[in-house]
């Protein structure tokens, strides 16, 4: 975990996934080899053909569910470059 002046971020051997806090709520972002295609994700930017970022809004703890986990733990494959 890794601490910045407007976000943390979690890596393994790169940025896997971040946190952005807002006032009623906080942004996720996290990076995979693929693009996601579900009503969730607000926004996709493609860094690399097997790095694009997805961005959603966590709101409250239903939030925090099963879904989001799958692609956190996704991500961190992508992190570890594997």
């Known amino acids: 975990m890794i601490p910045q002046k ?3 971020v979690f890596m393994v051997r790169v940025r896997f996934v ?6 009623s709520h ?4 996290f990076a ?4 996601l295609k579900s009503p969730r994700i607000k ?3 493609e860094y690399a053909p097997h790095f694009i970022g997805h961005l959603v ?4 703890e239903a939030d925090l ?3 989001l986990k799958r ?3 996704e991500s961190f494959a992508v992190g570890k470059q594997r």
Request: glycine residues 6%.
């Open 71 to 73: 692609w956190i733990r």
């Open 26 to 29: 906080f942004l996720a972002g």
């Open 65 to 67: 569910d099963t879904e």
């Open 43 to 45: 926004k996709i930017e």
């Open 18 to 23: 971040g946190a952005y806090p807002r006032k």
């Open 32 to 35: 995979l080899s693929r693009r």
């Open 6 to 8: 407007t976000r943390v």
């Open 57 to 60: 809004d966590i709101r409250s």
